[in-house]
């Protein structure tokens, strides 16, 4: 794997990886930003908003520990990688065939489902193949290639669902083959169209590309059983810990999410370009600074990284209630993507620094798999309580309710990040870069 060692020795990530990388999140940048307004356009409850984004979340992880453990146990991740990758993202073009809110839940869950066989297996591939003192450095690096493709993607995607008129441009310029690649849909689905549609035709390709990399061949004096999930998780530990810790914030988190997009779309009218604009901000905020926080990870450990992202998140549902334009939904959207850009990263290199090799990938889907659950209760808790109050309040009152209550529980739960244990020592600390970064800044080019 020539492409994957520097001049230091250290062992980095190929390009295969940012290609595959790269197109997987580009996939995700058509489609994820849609699909709640999707939702919305079908009339869609406070409940079945709620139930959407439980599905959602939880899906996605149920079969994580089983797709996790049986890759750490064949010791082969690709094909695991490239099943999941292809059926998820074709799953998406189904999308628009579904014709109530209920048939959507089915089929986001369906899809969710198929993409639970690639997450852990491909964050336990690319955890291979790099070594344990650049993780933070080379997680940065690739968060920051895949996001700014996710950026552009988003945004080629808003622009292209405010034109529907190329869906039928496409057809009469593939002729007769023309319906057979562009079937026909439902016209009111048609600003939706081509971002769903290709999705699925960037996802088959990208699922193919990953096939290409060069996987750490396992040990063959290993004897491969499967792990002992439920071990794992009751061992008492770092993990542990940190999983109790998640199971907390992540139902506080999971509490707004139903109503970020009902304050986009409804409160203040948003166009699907819109909706790319404002994952856009989030996404190129993240890109910036992910690779910095990526390094100071290395240096001065995950822990401090994890607090700070996870103790800024609370602002963000509060921004949302009170928000009187597109402009603050856009600062919102920055904040959500400082946040993502120290603690996401910082998250998944704790649980490299803290998992057995020969387990990581199990590690990683239960992790997954317990923040997955208490989001799915989150969700559809703030989706039902929303629409218990709609009676009472209104429905506009309803969503800010519940979007101050995630707030005030964000910010409590946030606190107990503070719990989590280093696995090791490091040479730095947030205050000493800190001290570093202003002298640094006191000294002018007249005393150089």
């Known amino acids: 794997m020539a492409d994957s060692e520097s001049h230091d020795g250290s062992q980095k990530l190929p390009r295969s990886v940012y290609l ?23 009339g869609a409850s406070f ?33 695991f990688v490239a099943f999941g990758t292809l059926t998820g993202f074709f799953t998406v073009f189904l999308f628009l065939f579904a014709v109530t809110p209920v048939q959507m839940i089915v089929l986001f869950g369906i899809q969710s489902l198929l993409l639970s066989i690639q997450i852990p297996t491909w964050l336990s591939l690319i955890g291979g193949l790099m070594d344990e003192s650049n993780r933070g450095d080379e997680l940065g690096k690739l968060g920051r290639v895949t996001d700014v493709v996710s950026l552009i993607a988003t945004l080629v995607s808003g622009f292209i669902a405010g034109l529907p008129v190329l869906v039928t441009f496409l057809r009469s310029l593939f002729g007769g083959l023309g319906e057979v690649l562009l079937p026909v849909v439902d016209p009111s689905r048609a600003e939706y169209y081509l971002p769903f549609y290709l ?20 040990d063959s004096d290993k004897r491969r059983e499967f792990p002992p999930l439920l071990q794992i998780i009751s061992k008492p530990g770092n993990f542990r810990r940190l999983c109790a810790v998640t199971m907390f914030f992540s139902f506080s988190m999971a509490m707004a999410w139903p109503y970020f997009a009902v304050v986009q ?22 890109a910036i600074l992910t690779l910095y926080f990526g390094r100071l990870s290395d240096r001065v450990g995950r822990k401090p990284l994890i607090v700070f992202g996870r103790g800024i998140l609370f602002v963000v549902p509060l921004i949302y209630a009170l928000a009187p334009d597109a402009l603050w939904i856009y600062i919102a959207n920055a904040i959500a993507g400082v946040s993502i850009a120290s603690s996401f990263n910082a998250i998944t290199a704790y649980i490299y620094d803290i998992a057995p090799e020969e387990e ?42 519940m979007l101050l209550v995630s707030t005030a529980l964000r910010f409590v739960s946030s606190f107990f990040y503070a719990l989590l244990k280093e696995p090791r020592d490091y040479d730095s600390s947030i205050w000493k870069e800190l001290n570093g970064l202003i002298g640094r800044r006191r000294v002018s080019p007249e005393d150089l």
């Open 47 to 79: 409940a079945e908003l709620g139930a959407f984004r439980a599905v959602g979340n939880a899906a996605p992880t149920i079969l994580q520990p089983v797709w996790g453990a049986k890759s750490d146990q064949i010791g082969r991740r690709k094909p």
């Open 360 to 401: 990581r990938g199990s590690y990683l889907a239960v992790y997954n798999t317990f923040s997955g659950i208490v989001f799915l209760f989150g969700s559809l808790i703030a989706g039902l309580l929303g629409d218990a109050l709609v009676p009472f309040i209104g429905w506009y009152l309803g969503a800010i309710t």
């Open 265 to 286: 779309r409804d409160f203040l009218g948003f166009s699907l370009f819109e909706f790319a604009i404002a994952s856009a901000i989030m996404t190129s905020v993240s």
């Open 20 to 42: 595959v990388g790269s197109l997987t999140r580009f996939a995700q940048g058509m489609y994820q930003p849609f699909t709640q307004a999707y939702m919305i356009d079908m």
């Open 199 to 218: 999705t699925a035709v960037i996802g088959i390709a990208a699922s193919l590309l990953s096939l290409k990399i060069k996987e750490r061949p396992p």
